[in-house]
């Protein structure tokens, strides 16, 4: 029944899905913190950079995002993250960027929220012992920000790890790719549709239960 299978790169195809989430992951949770601290700026020029990036990001499809950082970064512009004579290195890297870029914005709104749910009371308190905002961000509000919004920056997550597949618009050999190459090759559409969907399950259940247990667990009692 799973004789097609032989031949293909299964879990290679995935780990590169791993991959692709992982290191997206980090780098939009770096930019979107940043992000979330520049909204909340006393600075305009800071606040108004971070909605102006946010608004115009999240609303353009990502797939338009992932080709541009493919076709425009690279092919106009010559931005080769060290890869120049690496394909499939620079696909992948570019796909990281543009996944990095994208779900950045809505990790930042996330943490905004999280951020809202402080009292303000304590930002002013911090202040009037003479903590200057960064010294009031990273130390008062920010820990308490990120106990707040586990739940939703496990969505974010989630919903990150599904949009790895439009990697594949750009030839990056994760689970989307593959399962176009098997589709295209074998007459078994429902079968391999399945086994790729069952593969994402695997990946996003355990992480919504294990971060929805930890958000649970470390939640600001108020």
Do not use: H
């Not at 009371?121 to 919004?149: D, H």
Request: overall charge neutral.
């Amino acid at each position: 029944m799973f004789d097609f299978l032989e031949g293909y790169d299964l879990l290679g195809a995935f780990w590169v899905t791993v991959q692709l989430a992982v290191f997206s992951g980090i780098g939009s949770l770096i930019l979107g913190t940043i992000l979330a601290a520049m909204r909340v700026s006393p600075v305009p020029l800071m606040r108004g950079f971070g909605t102006v990036y946010v608004n115009v990001v999240r609303n353009i499809p990502l797939t338009v995002i992932i080709v541009f950082s493919s076709l425009g970064l690279a092919d106009v512009f010559g931005i080769t993250l060290g890869a120049a004579d690496d394909f499939e290195a620079l696909s992948f890297r570019l796909a990281i960027l543009g996944l990095t870029a994208y779900t950045a914005a809505f990790v930042c709104e996330a943490i905004r929220s999280g951020i809202n749910t402080v009292p303000v009371g304590q930002a002013e308190a911090a202040r009037a012992i003479g903590l200057n905002f960064t010294q009031v961000l990273t130390l008062i509000v920010l820990p308490q920000a990120f106990r707040s919004v586990i739940g939703p920056l496990t969505n974010v997550l989630i919903a990150l790890t599904k949009n790895t597949t439009v990697a594949a618009a750009i030839g990056v050999a994760e689970a989307a790719l593959l399962m176009k190459e098997m589709i295209e090759n074998e007459s078994q559409l429902v079968l391999i549709s399945a086994i790729f969907a069952f593969g994402f399950v695997v990946l996003t259940l355990p992480t919504g239960l294990i971060l929805g247990w930890v958000g649970k667990r470390v939640a600001v009692k108020r």
